[in-house]
Nanobody, 121 residues
Framework: QVQLVESGGGLVQPGGSLRLSCAAS????????MGWFRQAPGQERELVAT???????NYANPVKGRFTISRDNAKNTVYLQMNSLKPEDTAVYYC???????????????WGQGTQVTVSS
């Protein structure tokens, strides 16, 4: 079994910062891409940022220049530093990782349980 456990969400004022963490644990042989998605009420889940094992990153246009994704491969952990937060960033943020539990098996998508981020004065 594989688990992704997120932490770091909360309530913050506009212009503030938060740092999300997501640690993968369990039966892990290797991890490919890790990333963050978010889902606001009444909207579909959308990509926020991704990071490959080699360090290549990709960001959604609304968060470019404000959010930074990073990862610690030794700890199987991905982070999302969110600066200059806006009310429209309010959503449940989900961690995602592509994981192999054994060699020569297919990559499987795993999701965290989600952490609420609320940006409000």
């Amino acid at each position: 079994q594989v688990q992704l456990v997120e932490s770091g969400g909360g309530l913050v004022q506009p212009g503030g910062s938060l740092r999300l963490s997501c640690a993968a644990s369990g039966s892990i042989f290797s991890i490919n891409t890790m990333g963050w998605f978010r889902q606001a009420p009444g909207q579909e889940r959308e990509l926020v940022a991704t990071s490959t094992t080699g360090g290549r990153t990709n960001y959604a246009n609304p968060v470019k220049g404000r959010f930074t994704i990073s990862r610690d491969n030794a700890k199987n952990t991905v982070y999302l530093q969110m600066n200059s937060l806006k009310p429209e960033d309010t959503a449940v943020y989900y961690c995602n990782a592509q994981i192999r539990s054994r060699a020569y098996t297919s990559w499987v998508d795993y999701w965290g349980q989600g952490t609420q981020v609320t940006v409000s004065s």
